[in-house]
């Protein structure tokens, strides 16, 4: 589940957290308030999760950063100043540091009452990425993907099954009352 975008949206959220196994917070890089507002709206959301859902808290736009402009671009071979049609985008100072995802990290832990030790650690749960170059997009799904799927084996071995046999169910008779009968 991805929670970001326009307000309007935000009373969905807990429809799509309820029973999520992983949760995926997004915040601007660039915006301090972006993180304000995600622990403002989020922090509530997280009593529909399961309760072995997995939060990761990622920072987003770090190729509109100083210092993300090497690691988004020039790493994966790409020339910063090149994107878009040859213009370079402006480069601004970085106002959300990875360490303020983790103390959000370990807000929700405190908020849902869970152990630290309990958890995957704050440094593997929180990430800076850039949608626009791919950096990190794909470190940030497989470290889900490699948490999320153990955990649903499990459940699944050891819990009831989710579905529910219909075959076994009786129609109930229908009688002829009312105007549409």
Known sequence: MILRGREQFHGLGSMYCRG???VIL??????LQSL??????F???TDTASKDCLFAIV????DLTEEGATESGEKEGHNPSKAGGGCASPRVPKQVQLEDAMALYKKILKYKML???DVPAAEQM??????KTGYNVDLLFE????????MILQQRTEGPPQTVDITSCKPTKRTRSGCCA
């Open 20 to 22: 999520a196994a992983a």
């Open 26 to 31: 997004i915040y601007d890089v660039n915006h």
């Open 36 to 41: 304000v507002e995600l622990e403002d709206r």
């Open 43 to 45: 922090l509530g959301l």
């Open 59 to 62: 920072g987003n736009k770090v």
């Open 115 to 117: 152990d630290e030790k």
């Open 126 to 131: 929180c990430f800076e990425t850039s949608a």
């Open 143 to 150: 470290t889900l993907f490699d948490m999320v799927v153990p």
